[in-house]
């Protein structure tokens, strides 16, 4: 895996939604968040221009969460009468909108800074725009530039910031801030493939496993059903990524014919370049191609999450309130984005997953990729705190997927070699194992024993829920035909094919299968996939967590039989 970037927030996470007084009444400022230190890979660049631009958002505390997540563990359920009954827009804001005298109140402490031009998405999010200058101000904060070196320019970010004592209770977060994301993308392997033989060509048509194209992951995957395109796949797109229509276009003529072009898809101005050199194109392409050359002749979306440029902003808080916000949204998406959690706030942690619940309840499956470093978290030299998970796989409220390779015949746990990686997995340390999830979580670690006793919470939720063919998918970037590898590739093909098993159910006049996590650890789920038991995802010099029969961090429930699926659902 590669990485790349933005992005940027914070919080301190407190439970319930209370009324606060108004602005003269809030107190002294006190520190919400301070980052101890910065994430590997990150170095300081220098001050940040007080007169840039930033889009900040403020996530106010929502109402009864609880009640929500407790009405999506029922309707999610496949066992419940009220299976795929998903909510409206109007429906989840009943459950989450903030008393009115909160969101006066946090307006009232803006406009004492001058700030009276906001924007409400939702009921829970308040957005405007000043320059740094004010954000400091607002926040006794201190703005400079970071650098990573998978970006083209350095992004304006803080390590520590506070609100008004009084506004504690009712904040969840203010963006950007402190959160530092990378991009989990994918690598080329050694071999780059030229133009191919006849030969290879009929291999090809048959499943050559050394070269992964969409025809072969519906024949790995026992795919019987060809879509009627009456649903939405979609990727995303953050910062210092395109995805190229021309090289969609050469994947179609090639891999899918009839293949339709994807769309761009605007969020918060963000915008698709269209063109760059490989490191810029290789995510974009790999995502638009096997969302659309999977899902085909379902439509594909690419979600271009603003900002562009060295505008800031906090890309990932974007589209999650787009999710939420948006009045037809995909029926999947895939993202490969994420970083190491102890490099987030909690409640940074909290708010942002509980947007994608809030999107699972509207009849939305979120996938993530795991992670290309196993244990490592993205690529981390020692675990010597214990494994390094990683967010938002471990948010309980998406679906992570892992990798495999075929090795001599046999589906086991991929190896990234070249990189010296594997499949991203393991347990959080901030999220609670999930109800779902939790007769799998100690039958694994009954198994593991004491092994790894002190390198994980045998408490927390566990990663990846599931996995895919995860090497040698047949790229096209700038006109060439590469072999990539990575959990980047796995995570838009499972959301491309769930988006064919939607198209299915409409066509029977059922829902999407939304929130899908309650779905595969049940036992009409689990009889729909192939369990993967050889293998382990080692990292950061340790072997990390082995295969087994069952649910396991090295591949979770395993991989997908598509026709079994199609017959449960």
């Not at 009444?25 to 930033?54: I, M, N, R, Y």
């Not at 991203?424 to 009954?446: I, L, M, R």
């Not at 980047?488 to 939607?502: C, D, E, G, I, K």
């Not at 049940?522 to 072997?543: E, M, R, Y």
Request: aromatic share 10%.
């Amino acid at each position: 895996m590669k990485l790349t970037t933005s992005l940027v927030l914070a919080a301190y996470w407190a439970l319930g939604a209370v009324a606060i007084p108004t602005a003269p009444k809030l107190g002294p400022l006190e520190l919400f968040h301070d980052l101890p230190k910065l994430p590997p890979q990150w170095s300081l660049h220098g001050p940040a221009d007080k007169s840039t631009k930033v889009k900040a958002q403020i996530g106010l505390k929502q109402k009864n969460i609880k009640g929500l997540q407790d009405k999506l563990l029922d309707i999610a359920n496949p066992d419940s009468p009220n299976y795929g009954k998903w909510l409206s827009k109007e429906e989840v804001d009943a459950f989450t909108a903030p008393p009115q005298e909160n969101v006066k109140a946090v307006k009232d402490w803006l406009s004492s800074h001058g700030i009276t031009e906001v924007n409400q998405p939702t009921s829970d999010w308040i957005e405007f725009v000043v320059p740094i200058s004010t954000m400091e101000s607002l926040l006794d904060a201190k703005y400079e530039l970071f650098n990573h070196h998978t970006l083209a320019n350095p992004i304006p970010a803080t390590t520590k910031y506070s609100v008004p004592k009084g506004l504690h209770d009712i904040i969840d977060l203010v963006t950007p801030t402190t959160a530092f994301y990378q991009r989990m993308g994918p690598t080329v392997q050694k071999s780059i493939v030229q133009e191919r033989s006849d030969a290879v060509l009929e291999s090809r048509q048959s499943c050559n496993t050394n070269a992964i194209t969409p025809s072969c992951i519906n024949s790995l995957y026992n795919v019987d059903y060809t879509s009627k395109g009456s649903v939405t796949a979609a990727s995303t797109l953050f910062i210092d990524v395109a995805a190229s229509h021309s090289d969609y276009r050469t994947f179609g003529s090639k891999y899918t014919s009839g293949l339709k072009d994807f769309q761009d898809v605007s969020i918060a101005g963000g915008s698709n370049p269209g063109s760059g050199n490989q490191n810029t194109l290789l995510e974009g392409n790999l995502d638009t191609q096997y969302i659309g050359g999977v899902a085909a002749p379902n439509p594909s979306q690419l979600l271009a999450a603003g900002p562009n440029g060295q505008d800031f902003e906090d890309q990932m808080a974007n589209f999650a309130s787009y999710l939420n916000s948006a009045s037809n949204p995909p029926s999947t998406v895939s993202t490969s984005y994420g970083g190491e959690e102890n490099y987030f706030s909690g409640s940074y942690m909290d708010r942002v997953c509980n947007d994608f619940m809030k999107a699972g309840a509207r009849g939305i499956s979120v996938f993530f990729s795991a992670g290309d470093y196993g244990v490592g978290g993205n690529g981390g030299n020692n675990c010597n705190n214990g494994y390094i998970p990683l967010w938002p796989a471990s948010c309980p409220w998406s679906t992570a997927v892992g990798g495999t390779q075929f090795s001599g015949g046999q589906e086991v746990v991929a190896q990234y070699t070249s990189i010296s990686g594997s499949p991203g997995g393991g347990f959080s340390n901030h999220f609670s194992t999930p109800s779902y999830q939790q007769d799998d979580v100690t039958a694994y670690e009954k198994f593991d024993g004491d092994r790894a006793n002190g390198y994980y919470n045998k408490n927390g939720r566990g990663y990846p829920d599931i996995s895919l063919v995860s090497v040698n998918f047949q790229v096209i970037t700038n006109g060439q035909t590469l072999s990539v590898l990575g959990t980047s590739a796995s995570s838009p093909s499972w959301a491309a094919l769930v988006s064919v098993l939607n198209d299915y159910r409409k066509q029977q006049g059922k829902s999407n299968l939304g929130f899908i996590n309650p779905l595969l650890y049940s036992a009409k789920g689990k009889s729909a996939l192939k369990d993967i038991t050889s293998g382990h995802n080692p990292g950061c010099g340790l072997q990390g967590f082995p295969a087994t029969t069952g649910w396991d961090p090295a591949s979770g429930l395993g991989v997908l039989n598509f026709a079994k699926m199609r017959t449960v659902i």
